[in-house]
């Protein structure tokens, strides 16, 4: 047994979610993406003298939208605190944040089963709110640093984990598991490529069968779940290592350089004490009505694991199925979408995982396909019932990618109805039969695994016209009479 599988690793995941809002936490400044920077400011979120904070009500219902969907208990009471410490491109100097009474507690996730079939569960310490920093640039001009303070006093929550997930791959599930919730619930976008969704990974290594935890570091600069999974394997070898050669791990922050593969220190790791919270004197305690709290449960959405099972019920798919279709609230309204307006559940399935993910991965939008539900649902029911082959659908859809026009219209303007007449069905037949001797004499003599290969060949010949059906048991009504 090497080292490293002498260990067990522990990890904690703190997760900030920007919320879906139009507006800043404390101002009416736009939190929008993709501004110029310093464009979306105010004297509220550059701090300037005098300025006051003023609580987005609606950041404050989708947070608690977010800790319902994590199963957390939410708070009647919260109260705001300053968090104080110096980033460049904080304004204020401290961040107003929540502390010992935050906003929900005591929530989990499922994040899939063991061997046994039984759930594995991540317990969730708290949901708290608070507002985000700006943003430093490091490479925008030579030897100085840029600052763009658009980001500054965005809403956010921040979901902290319990230490529960013992591998970076369970890690990489939590946060794929906790990543769908939030786009089911509808409060955030989620996306990490412009920062709506970022990760701080704690981690430490402990000998197996220890139950003390060992002292942990915080990895930081995490924009993928790929990358989580990379620096977590690499700094628990690293203080696997550390460990075994006598040395001892040093609280402090990491961060993880992606291209190197490798990660470095930032920082001796502060303690809340180092932070000097104390009561945001600017903003009142958050009191929120039992009725309002338990309104907005029941508000919920369907959520990921509901679904799943709804559509193993109700449709009777497969486990792999499911996974794919519910990976997303969109391309699970499109699937259903499908079948409400009359497309059979496995087939509708199949054409969505198989042909519209193909153009998703190609960079379409679902939002924007010109393959509407209805569209493929039409397209189905014409394979269903005959009126066009497989080969021909699968013209017809990539026509209407393009084009965004019915399949009915894409089959009759294309020539790719099918074809049953007897008399043209037989011209196809003689010819294909005269354009290849030798495997007509073999399917005379009776080798009849030749039909197929007949088959396909009157299917090419027609460019997708003839019924299959029809060709199949003319072909075969030939071989019986020894023609």
Known sequence: MSAVDQYEMVVGLEVHVQLLTRTKAFCSCSASYGAAPNANTCPVCLALPGALPVLNEEAVRLAVIASHAL?????????????????????????????????????????????DGTPITVRITRVHMEEDAGKSIHDRYPAATAIDLNRSGVPLIEIVSEPDMRSAREAGAYLRALKQVIE?????????????????????????????????????????????ERALEIEFARQVELIESGGEVTQQ?????????????????EASHDYRYFPEPDLPPLHLSPDWIKRMCEDLPELPAAKRLRFANEYKLTPVEIEVLTANP??????????????????????????????????????????????????????????????????????????????????????????????????????????????????????????????????????????????????????????
């Open 71 to 115: 199963s957390c208990t939410v708070s009647e009471i919260s109260i705001f605190a300053r968090k104080n410490y110096f980033y460049p491109d904080l304004p204020k100097g401290y961040q107003i944040s929540q502390f010992d009474r935050p906003l929900a507690e005591k929530g989990k996730l499922d994040i899939g089963t063991n061997a």
């Open 253 to 269: 922050t990491m961060l993880w350089d992606a291209n190197k593969g490798e990660v470095r220190p930032a920082r001796s790791k």
């Open 184 to 228: 089911y619930t509808g409060v955030s976008d989620a996306n990490m490529e412009e920062g709506s969704l970022r990760v701080d990974a704690n981690v430490s290594a402990r000998k197996r069968g220890e139950t003390r935890l060992g002292t942990k570091t915080e990895v930081k600069n995490l924009n993928s779940f790929s990358g989580v």
């Open 330 to 483: 969109p391309l699970a309204e499109y699937f259903e979408s499908i079948v409400r307006a009359g497309g059979d559940p496995k087939t509708a399935a199949n054409w969505v995982i198989r042909d519209v993910r193909q153009l998703l991965n190609a960079g379409a939008d679902l939002r924007t396909l010109k393959v509407t539900p209805k569209a493929l649902a039409q397209l189905l029911g014409m394979v269903r019932d005959d009126t066009v082959s497989h080969a021909a659908a699968t013209r017809i859809f990539a026509i209407a990618s393009e084009t965004g026009a019915m399949p009915q219209d894409i089959a009759r303007s294309e020539g790719l109805l099918q074809e049953r007449n007897e008399d043209a069905l037989a011209g196809w037949v003689d010819q294909v039969l005269a354009e290849n001797t030798d495997v007509a004499a073999r399917f005379r003599a009776g080798d009849r695994k030749l039909l197929g290969v007949l088959v396909g060949l009157v299917m090419k010949a027609s460019k997708g016209r003839a019924d299959p059906k029809a060709v199949n048991q003319l072909l075969s009504a030939r071989a019986e009479a020894g023609e």
